[in-house]
């Protein structure tokens, strides 16, 4: 089945410590995603690709990166976590035939940091 | 500024007990609006989009249906694997980011 796969489901850190979270999809969606998700709350957009173009959301804390090698794939680096980012991020793809409009997610991953 | 809100909160039924959840959505031009389903740690599951007045979709005890101030989500005859917290989120013209609602966490019990 199509899907959107997300690595690692769980990840443990350290305060300082970089971290890669990594999404793979077999939608073949030219949209990509990276939400952030705290206990009880809504998602909340990090930035997005559409195709190879890199839009980051205004209150992106500047700690968060992220890379789009080819269209399978996309990356999220926490270059220096801090307690605050301790959450469940979400990975999500949009596009391909018709209205191209509804965001598919993947599993999460949920980050600990120490 | 584009808000949703859902209510209730939370919802208890028993197995078999219909009810219907509300998302009441303000927008600057709505490009389409989304139910999902969330279980506890895991990512949102895709139910519907609905993207007019008067449209409605189902699927199975599900049905979601749109006007041009709120959506419902109808669960008819739940049963406790429909027990999840479900999610509305709009789409603005012009926007990219999924504008979500809090959500409403239902708990049915047999």
């Known amino acids: 089945d199509a899907m959107v796969i997300q690595n690692p489901r769980y990840q443990v850190t350290q305060f300082g410590k970089p971290v890669t979270l990594s999404c793979s999809q077999t939608?073949?969606?030219?949209?990509m995603y990276w939400y952030q998700q705290k206990s009880s709350q809504a998602p909340k957009l990090l930035f997005h690709y559409y195709d190879k173009d890199f839009n980051n959301e205004a209150d992106t804390p500047d700690n968060f990166q992220s890379r789009r090698p080819n269209t399978s794939f996309c990356f999220l680096d926490i270059r220096s976590p801090g307690l605050g980012d301790a959450a469940m991020y979400l990975c999500a793809t949009s596009g391909g035939q018709g209205r191209t409009d509804t965001q598919y997610f993947g599993p999460g991953t949920r980050l600990t940091v120490l | 500024e584009d808000q949703v809100t859902q209510s209730p909160e939370a919802l208890r039924l028993q197995e078999g007990e219909s009810s219907s959840l509300n998302c009441s959505y303000t927008?600057?031009?709505?490009?389409?609006l989304f139910w999902y389903r969330q279980d506890p740690g895991k990512g949102p599951e895709f139910l519907f989009t609905?993207?007019?007045a008067g449209e409605e979709k189902e699927k199975e005890r599900l049905k979601a249906t749109l006007t041009k101030k709120e959506s419902f989500l109808h669960i008819t005859a739940p049963k406790p694997e429909d027990s999840a917290t479900y999610l509305c989120?709009?789409?603005?013209?012009?926007?990219?980011?999924?504008?979500f609602g809090k959500g409403t966490t239902l708990s049915v019990s047999s």
């Open positions: 939608l073949n969606h030219n949209v």
């Open positions: 927008v600057s031009g709505l490009r389409g």
């Open positions: 609905l993207y007019s």
């Open positions: 989120a709009v789409l603005n013209q012009a926007g990219t980011a999924l504008i």
